[in-house]
């Protein structure tokens, strides 16, 4: 069974730091690009960061480049994402999710990540 499950959500005051990690299990890790993304009340589920798990090659939307860092450990089958100098805006339900073709579908088109974990939920308060 293919299972994705982050976590490390929670609240935290504006400029603080969260790691959200998410667990893997149930497919090839290596051959597996993962992607967070996260979704605000209202708002549309828009990209964060993507990992390609083959090579290491990373991906940051604009709005946390120099302040969220994507990681993966391989052995473990765990993805990181280190999130520093949090705003309220980063407010939102974070999700990870798998794709085969490198962070294709992550810089694309999120509907065609294969799997999806169930979220964790980060607060920023101001």
């Known amino acids: 069974e293919v299972q994705l499950v982050e976590s490390g959500g929670g609240l935290v005051q504006a400029g603080g730091s969260l790691r959200l990690s998410c667990a893997a299990s149930?497919?090839?890790?290596?051959?597996?690009?993962i992607g967070w993304f996260r979704q605000a009340p209202g708002k549309e589920r828009e990209g964060v960061s993507c990992?390609?798990?083959?090579?290491?090659?990373?991906y940051y939307a604009d709005s946390v480049k120099g302040r969220f860092t994507i990681s993966s450990d391989n052995a473990k089958k765990m993805v990181y994402l280190q999130m520093n100098s949090l705003m309220p805006e980063d407010t939102a339900v974070y999700y990870c999710?798998?794709?085969?073709?490198?962070?294709?579908?992550?810089?694309?088109?999120?509907?065609?990540?294969?799997?999806w974990g169930k979220g964790t939920l980060v607060t920023v308060s101001s």
């Open positions: 999710a798998a794709e085969t073709f490198g962070c294709y579908y992550y810089t694309t088109n999120y509907h065609g990540m294969a799997y």
């Open positions: 149930g497919f090839t890790f290596d051959d597996y690009a």
């Open positions: 990992v390609r798990n083959n090579d290491g090659v990373t």
